[in-house]
């Protein structure tokens, strides 16, 4: 529904004039008479004001209510289009997490076999030193396993002895007893 608006621009430039003359004009006021041609003045200027804000009106109210009708009908389709575009921003960003989550996980998983590769690779180093050693490493945790080895395999074998020989002793005092009682028969 368009609707021309059409205006006066005559009554605009007469009211401009009257204002003007009614701006110009000097008044002192020093008796009751001047003071009653003064009400009159401000009740000129207050008429005047009201002609200048009734005829602005009926210029632009049918402006305004025609830029309301223009919101009014393109409202409904702004709001559709604004509900649409921050359900599918919703969903790329969803989307953009939940790749960013792969990708973190992927990463995490990759730098976990990187470390598990690099210790096997070094414990497979170590090894091969050894090997090449003799069997003996160069480190001092190395040291101290076949330091230990050692001694472990010490204790044991002289325990080993020493119950022997424990044994050994027991029996040999009882062949000993047994020749005693037997010389004594």
Known sequence: MLQLVSYDTESGVSVTTEA???SNAVI????????????DFVRKIKELGKKIEAHRTSITKPLNDATKAVNDLFREPREILDATERKIKSA??????????????????????????????????????????GG???TRRDLRRV??????????????KFTQNKQNARILILQIKENFARLQL
């Open 92 to 133: 790329i960003l969803e989307y953009q997490a939940e790749q960013q989550r792969i990708a973190d996980e992927a990463a995490r998983k990759a730098l976990a076999e990187r470390l598990e590769l690099e210790a096997q690779a070094r414990k497979a180093q170590e090894e091969a030193e050894a090997a090449r050693r």
């Open 147 to 160: 330091h230990r080895r050692y001694f472990q395999r010490r204790r044991r074998r002289s325990r080993k």
């Open 28 to 39: 002192t006021i020093d008796s009751v008479e001047t003071l009653n041609q003064a009400t």
């Open 20 to 22: 003007r003359a009614l």
């Open 136 to 138: 003996y490493g160069k």
